[in-house]
């Protein structure tokens, strides 16, 4: 089973920021945090990934809470083409669990 | 850059046949798995190589098996096919797998099978 929660659906307005939670209250202290989001049938794509610190790059930035036990997906301005399927995946190594994830639709 | 490639991209296969899906990794990525997901399903890992040895298994039935050869591409091997197998294959990649840490796995288009 997976070891995160996410909230089912999103709806953000385009340019505008999206920002996707996670819980993950079980990690373990060398497990990281991955994101990765699938539009329709297409391979998941990675976006971010983080340990500790907060973690920026050109797609996203990466909030995981001082405790580890949350994170947040940020997308800074959110366009069409960002509608997809979220996953947050906790995971040491190579064993990854994919779970419901969010939803997020770009509203025009 | 150079993506991880699949072939076919779509697989039609009666009952009780066989299939092979192929799966060829980004240059240089010596680590291989491969996920399974069904319709409006989430994807499911079924196996790992790292190093033309398996490194990991998951949900893989037996009637499946994979490996990994000498140029890191990998087969997935499906026999006695049934309905339920009718999927969406997918294939990642990543950099070498030496226990554990943070390694971004890179997902290939997939193949979509049908089983009739």
């Known amino acids: 089973d997976a070891k995160t929660t996410q909230p089912t659906s999103m709806d953000c307005a385009e340019g505008r920021a999206a920002n996707l939670p996670c819980n993950h209250s079980?990690?373990?202290?060398?497990?990281?945090v991955y994101w990765y989001r699938q539009i329709h049938s297409q391979g998941p794509q990675y976006i971010i990934h983080?340990?500790?610190n907060n973690e920026t790059n050109e797609m996203a930035s990466l909030i995981i809470t001082e405790d580890r036990k949350s994170s947040t997906l940020i997308l800074p301005h959110a366009t069409l083409r960002d509608t997809a399927v979220y996953y947050c995946?906790?995971?040491?190594?190579?064993?990854?669990?994919f779970g419901p994830g969010t939803r997020l639709s770009v509203l025009p | 850059a150079a993506g991880v490639i699949q072939s076919p991209r779509h697989l039609i296969k009666e009952k009780r046949e066989t299939a092979t899906l192929k799966c060829y990794p980004i240059?240089?990525?010596?680590?291989v798995y491969w996920y399974q997901q069904g319709p409006g399903q989430d994807p499911q890992f079924l196996i790992s190589?790292?190093?033309?040895?398996?490194?990991d298994k998951g949900s893989i039935p037996d009637r499946f098996s994979a490996q990994q050869f000498s140029d890191y591409h990998s087969e997935l091997n499906m026999s006695s096919l049934e309905l339920g197998d009718s999927a969406l294959y997918f294939c990642?990649?990543?950099?070498?797998?030496?226990?554990?840490?943070?390694?971004?796995?890179?997902f290939g288009p997939g193949t979509r099978l049908t089983v009739t």
């Open positions: 990642a990649s990543s950099l070498g797998v030496v226990g554990g840490g943070s390694y971004e796995q890179y």
């Open positions: 079980t990690i373990s202290g060398n497990e990281y």
């Open positions: 983080g340990l500790k």
């Open positions: 995946i906790v995971a040491y190594g190579q064993n990854f669990v």
């Open positions: 240059p240089r990525h010596d680590t």
């Open positions: 190589f790292y190093e033309k040895m398996q490194s």
